[in-house]
Every structure is written in C-alpha cells, then in structure tokens.
T-cell receptor, first 111, second 108 residues
Framework: NAGVTQTPKFQVLKTGQSMTLQCAQD?????MSWYRQDPGMGLRLIHY???????DQGEVPNGYNVSRSTTEDFPLRLLSAAPSQTSVYFC??????????FGPGTRLTVL | DAKTTQPTSMDCAEGRAANLPCNHS???????VYWYRQIHSQGPQYIIH???NNETNEMASLIITEDRKSSTLILPHATLRDTAVYYC?????????FGAGTRLTVKP
C-alpha cells in the first residue's frame, strides 16, 4: 500500500517548456487535489477533483491544467512554464474520514 | 470557510507541553477544526480534528472553546521531532485551504 506517490521528485525546466507532474493513489479516495508551496509560505490550492471526470479550480489555477480520467491518477500539467511557477508541488487525497493524505512532493525549478 | 489566525512562531522546551492557539472567530456551526503539521519540507501530516467537543488521539489533544471561536492544539510531551509548522484549518466541505501556520521549535 504505497499511499500517495508523486513523480518526478525533482525537475528543472526552461521557461516556456511544458510538463506533467504525476500523482497516483492506491487508497480508492474520491477526492484529490494539488497544492503549491513557495519558499517560507503556506500551501495554496491549485486544482481539486471530487471524483473521476470532475475537476474544479482552487486559489491559484492559472497556468495549470488537470484532468481526472481514473480514481487513481490526477496529473497536473504546466502548459508553458514560467519562473513564477518555481515551487514545491504536493498532491493530496481525502477519503470518507476527511483526513487528507499528502504525497512527498515534486520540487520544480523553472529557469 | 472561516479564516484562522495563528501566531507566526513559538518555542517549547523538550518534554514540556506545547500549546498552539488558533483563532477562528467567524466559524459557523457546521465547520470542523482541523490541525495538520509539516515537518521540514515533507508533505503535511494530519494530527486531529473536532467539531465542538474536545478530542484526543495518540498524537495530541484538541481543546475547542464553548463558543467555538478559538481552539488549542496540545502536544503533551513535546520532543525535538515535533519541530514543525502547524496549520489550523476550519472547513465544512470541499477543498481544504492552508494558511501560514505556526512554526513550533522544540528546544533541548
């Protein structure tokens, strides 16, 4: 039982490049979400999903796309990376008990 | 979701109780209080949550005032490994939003 996994752990991009951050869970949770955390700051919600086929925007959705075709996976796409997107990205899931479980994070640097 | 206010930082001596306050004066009747912590650069970890009664688990106790406008997270015997940022969140449904939290430093 791996819980919440994220890949890659680290990534360096050039401005304008696109990439997908992967998030997978094996807990059969309906709710999944993406947060970003800038240095010294709290977490800010990017996008979330309450189930397969359903996504919605959080606090800071601009520059990011998501889709949810399966319960297990919730990828986050950066369409055209900008230095302002340099951050640590956390994926989280939440089950019926309302406890939120976080992945280990992806550390992204955009040059 | 109700806004929360927490002190920016606190210190605690190892072995002593750590009491972390949180103000949520605009909380509504069906909003829960959640506490999470984040150790160094790891993903946040769930600690405890409650609605109006005090709660206790193996990690901590949560004391909610009778008017529910504030709460206190208590780590009964703080250790060096409890050094972390502690987040207080109130919500009823939907997404969970984190503020800046309280940076707790446990000192030997």
């Amino acid at each position: 039982n791996a819980g919440v996994t994220q890949t890659p752990k680290f990534q360096v991009l050039k401005t304008g490049q696109s990439m997908t951050l992967q998030c997978a869970q094996d807990m059969n949770h309906e709710y999944m979400s993406w947060y970003r955390q800038d240095p010294g700051m709290g977490l800010r919600l990017i996008h979330y999903s309450v189930g397969a086929g359903i996504t919605d925007q959080g606090e800071v959705p601009n520059g990011y796309n998501v889709s949810r075709s399966t319960t297990e996976d919730f990828p986050l796409r950066l369409l055209s990376a900008a230095p302002s997107q340099t951050s640590v990205y956390f994926c989280a899931t939440r089950g019926r008990t309302d406890t939120q479980y976080f992945g280990p994070g992806t550390r992204l640097t955009v040059l | 979701d109700a806004k929360t206010t927490q002190p920016t930082s606190m210190d605690c001596a190892e072995g002593r109780a750590a009491n972390l306050p949180c103000n949520h004066s605009t909380i509504s009747g069906n909003e829960y209080v959640y506490w999470y912590r984040q150790i160094h650069s790891q993903g946040p970890q769930y600690i405890i949550h409650g609605l109006k009664n005090n709660e206790t688990n193996e990690m901590a106790s949560l004391i909610i005032t009778e008017d529910r406008k504030s709460s206190t997270l208590i780590l009964p015997h703080a250790t060096l490994r409890d050094t972390a940022v502690y987040y207080c969140i109130v919500r009823v449904a939907g997404d969970m939003r984190f503020g800046a939290g309280t940076r707790l430093t446990v000192k030997p």
